[in-house]
């Protein structure tokens, strides 16, 4: 069975979570690696699929954060989606016939619309790494504002 | 499945490119390219912007796919634990 684990900052430990992955190259493994000591600072939370096997999928990285300071625009930012190299493009039964990527980014969608019920939050915020992806967050509803690189989505 | 999740089937991971990596990256994987170079691990939502961005961000409208893919979203099918 597949579980999705939001870890908590003491259960992080970056070296043993960058292990639990294959990559396609070490620099993908540096940003696990990051991504993790992140966790542990309380900068970022990670939501890790994996199985009752003791097989990791991937992870989705969260964070809150308030942009636009003069008006104050509470979102959620998407820091990191990462999934374990065998696993990529691959879909699984299990999750409804889904990729890892696209779980991951469908939990998210309804952890935030889910959080916006309790508090004001606003946005969704990404930095999209490539114009491949910038594309397709596009075609799901968000927009770059400015050259910063960062997309927003309204919730 | 639709045809959005079609093409982004190839799409595995959405990470940000610190300056460092940048170009290692850029050689290793012909597609990718920076949008800005200005990507970075950590990094935060800009804290000021221009009134054309705001006005754009005031204009913005719920995305009605975005909602579409949360509402697939099946919390049944996993055991969420906080470990």
Do not use: C
Not at chain 1, 64 to 81: A, E, G, K, L, T
Not at chain 2, 35 to 48: E, I, M, S, V
């Amino acid at each position: 069975m597949i579980k999705l684990a939001t870890l908590s900052r003491a259960s992080v430990y970056p070296g043993s979570l960058s292990k639990r992955f294959q990559y396609a190259d070490d620099g993908e493994r540096q940003y696990v690696v990051k991504t993790a000591k992140f966790s542990t600072r309380q900068k970022t939370r990670i939501h890790l699929l994996s199985d009752t096997s003791g097989n990791d999928y991937g992870f989705v990285a969260l964070s809150i954060s308030s942009f636009d300071q003069s008006y104050n625009r509470p979102s959620i930012v998407i820091d990191y989606i990462f999934t374990s190299h065998q696993y990529r493009g691959r879909k699984f039964p299990e999750l409804d016939n889904t990729t890892v990527f696209e779980y991951l980014f469908e939990f998210t969608l309804r952890s935030a619309l889910s959080l916006q019920e309790i508090v004001p939050l606003r946005f969704i915020a990404l930095q999209p790494a490539h114009d491949r992806l910038a594309a397709y967050y596009q075609r799901i509803g968000f927009s770059f504002i400015d050259t910063s690189g960062w997309m927003f989505m309204k919730l | 499945m639709t045809e959005l999740f079609k093409e982004a089937v190839e799409i595995y991971a959405y990470f940000p490119y610190s300056d460092s990596m940048k170009t290692q990256t850029i050689e290793q994987e012909s597609t990718v390219h920076s949008l800005n170079g200005k990507f970075k691990l950590g990094a935060r939502p800009p804290r000021r912007l221009s009134a054309a961005a705001r006005k754009q961000l005031d204009e913005m409208v719920p995305s009605v796919k975005a909602r579409e893919m949360a509402a697939r979203f099946d919390r049944s099918q996993v055991i969420r634990v906080i470990e």
